[in-house]
């Protein structure tokens, strides 16, 4: 079975461009996720998918970032403009799990996009 | 909100030696706990985890028992490795909040032959 990949591993742009990242998670999972490593810290929550569906997207920094999921399978993450404070590890994990039932929801993530903003 | 707070690194040990790394948390329902372990060059991968208080979690010689008294899950391990050198990450999570993992800020772990 094929984990969670992501693409591409390492981005380096100029403040002011765009940047897309993407997320394959695992086939059949239903729930994915997004979150960033900046600067060595805490990784951070940005936002997660039910399917095709936003169930969360409390941790968006701002509105410079936009994801989307099609169709449920795979997603992209775009930062437009992206600024300098955007450079990060950002990582996607997905589940299994329903909502709000116990049982196996354990995440598995990807690799991460390292995006270097200068 | 629910928080993960873990020991500052990073934390060099000799081959052999005993290993802990402290966690506390805090959350307002009952949440998941885990470790995460993150190898240079890799992405993150689940060491171990507990869902309910008293739960042991271990895997690879790593231990960590959920404390509901104390708040606490801290990872310990008898005798470390040189391939045990990585970052090694505290999280929660509530099903209540959808499952998002809320992480501590890592511990480096360098050990040293």
């Known amino acids: 079975e094929a984990g969670v990949t992501q693409f591409p591993s390492h981005s380096v742009i100029e403040k002011g461009q765009t940047v897309t990242l993407r997320c394959d998670p695992i086939s059949g999972h239903d729930n994915l996720y997004w979150y960033r490593r900046v600067m060595g810290k805490e990784i951070k929550f940005l936002l997660h998918?039910?399917?095709?569906?936003?169930?969360?997207e409390s941790g968006m920094p701002n509105n410079r970032f936009l994801a989307e999921r099609t169709g449920g399978t795979y997603s992209t993450l775009k930062v437009q403009p992206a600024e300098l404070e955007d450079s990060g590890v950002y990582f996607c994990?997905?589940?299994?799990?329903?909502?709000?039932?116990?049982?196996?929801?354990?995440?598995?993530f990807g690799p991460g996009t390292r995006l270097t903003v200068t | 909100g629910n928080s993960v707070t873990q020991m500052e690194g990073p934390v060099t040990l000799s081959e052999e030696a005993f290993l802990t790394i402290n966690c506390t948390y805090t959350?307002?329902?009952?949440?998941?706990l885990f470790w995460y372990v993150q190898y240079p060059g890799e992405g993150l991968q689940l060491l171990l985890k507990?869902?309910?208080?008293?739960d042991k979690g271990s895997n690879k010689g790593f231990e960590a028992t959920y404390r509901k008294e104390t708040t606490s899950f801290h990872l310990e391990k008898g005798s470390v490795q040189v391939s045990d050198s990585a970052v090694y990450f505290c999280a929660l999570s509530d099903r209540e909040y959808g499952n998002k993992l809320v992480f501590g800020a890592g511990t480096i772990l360098r050990v040293k032959s």
């Open positions: 998918f039910v399917k095709e569906s936003k169930q969360d």
């Open positions: 959350a307002t329902g009952y949440p998941s």
């Open positions: 994990a997905s589940s299994q799990g329903r909502i709000g039932v116990s049982g196996s929801y354990e995440q598995y």
């Open positions: 507990a869902t309910k208080a008293d």
